[in-house]
């Protein structure tokens, strides 16, 4: 069970949800491996689309101060 509490504190710093925390204990736990994968790609995904829109916004703040700056 340590194993598990390793992998739960780093899903919960990684940014994971708590219903995808939740899901990855219930497949650690049942031993189905490729479907914790699954699940594990899964958090990776969204946690990469919240990076992009992060980039976007910081790209239109970029835009804003080169903007006010040519002014």
């Known amino acids: 069970m340590e ?7 780093c899903m919960k710093d990684a940014g994971c949800s708590a219903e ?16 914790l994968i699954r699940c594990l790609r899964s958090c990776r ?7 992009h829109e992060k980039q976007k916004q910081l790209d239109r703040l970029d ?5 006010t700056k040519n002014r």
């Open 20 to 35: 995808a925390i939740s899901r990855a204990e219930r497949l650690y736990e049942a031993g189905a491996v490729e479907e």
């Open 3 to 9: 194993v598990w509490k390793e992998m739960c504190e």
């Open 45 to 51: 995904c969204d946690a990469l689309e919240a990076l």
């Open 63 to 67: 835009l804003l101060i080169r903007n």
